[in-house]
């Protein structure tokens, strides 16, 4: 069974960077996709960006140029770059691992990111 580990959320002021991390402790051989979701109070749970095994990227347009994900197979690792952050990046942030088959396998337990102004 998939367990995914997060860390590296925090408080930044407008204009700063944070770096997300993602590790897989168990079952990562059955994960294809690695996904970033953001979620605020009262609101949905919404995808950010997301990396495939073969590692082709895709991000959600208000992120396109400040984030940047990537993943370390060897390390069972996926990151998530935020440069340039702004107040409305403010969320929970989680990850996700979905299988070959497009399901999900397991999410993290969530990370804070608070963006001051």
């Known amino acids: 069974q998939v367990q995914l580990v997060e860390s590296g959320g925090g408080l930044v002021q407008a204009g700063g960077s944070l770096r997300l991390s993602c590790t897989a402790h168990?079952?990562?051989?059955?994960?294809?996709s690695m996904w970033w979701y953001r979620q605020t109070p009262g609101k949905q749970r919404d995808w950010v960006a997301?990396?495939?095994?073969?590692?082709?990227?895709n991000y959600v347009d208000s992120v396109k140029g400040r984030f940047t994900i990537s993943r370390d197979n060897a390390e069972s690792t996926a990151y998530l770059q935020m440069n340039n952050l702004r107040p409305d990046d403010t969320a929970v942030y989680y990850c996700?691992?979905?299988?070959?088959?497009?399901?999900?396998?397991?999410w993290g337990q969530g990370t804070q990111v608070t963006v001051s102004s």
């Open positions: 996700n691992a979905k299988s070959y088959y497009g399901t999900s396998v397991a």
């Open positions: 997301v990396i495939t095994s073969d590692g082709t990227t």
């Open positions: 168990s079952g990562a051989a059955s994960i294809d």
